[in-house]
């Protein structure tokens, strides 16, 4: 199973930009497809970008996050990047990074991180 770990979160003020990291252990790393979820207070976890395993087959976004966010990843040292430009302050939330199994629903994810807060300031 794979172990990641988030990192890159902080606070910025509103147009501001971040990148976020998330670097994975484990040799079957590339077996997954990444995917990050945000999480704010009293709000239930949501979907915000995907990548398939070679990142060359295609991402996938929220719709509140189209054309200001980008996902990338760079096998040869086991991280994926989720990088948040124009950022609002409806974007603050705890970031998660999760490993999944190809063709699997969005939901249905095999290991998280821990999170990274993200902070977007007036």
């Known amino acids: 199973q794979v172990q990641l770990v988030e990192s890159g979160g902080g606070l910025v003020q509103a147009g501001g930009s971040l990148r976020l990291s998330c670097a994975a252990s484990?040799?079957?790393?590339?077996?997954?497809?990444i995917r990050w979820f945000r999480q704010a207070p009293g709000m239930e976890r949501e979907f915000v970008a995907g990548i398939s395993r070679s990142g060359s087959r295609g991402t996938d976004y929220a719709d509140s996050v189209k054309g200001r966010f980008g996902i990338s990843r760079d096998n040869a040292k086991n991280t994926v990047y989720l990088q948040m430009n124009n950022l609002k302050p409806t974007d603050t939330a705890v970031y998660y990074c999760?490993?999944?199994?190809?063709?699997?629903?969005?939901?249905?994810?095999?290991?998280w991180g821990q999170g990274t807060q993200v902070t977007v300031s007036e």
């Open positions: 484990g040799r079957t790393y590339s077996t997954y497809v």
């Open positions: 999760a490993a999944a199994l190809p063709g699997t629903a969005w939901s249905v994810v095999t290991s």
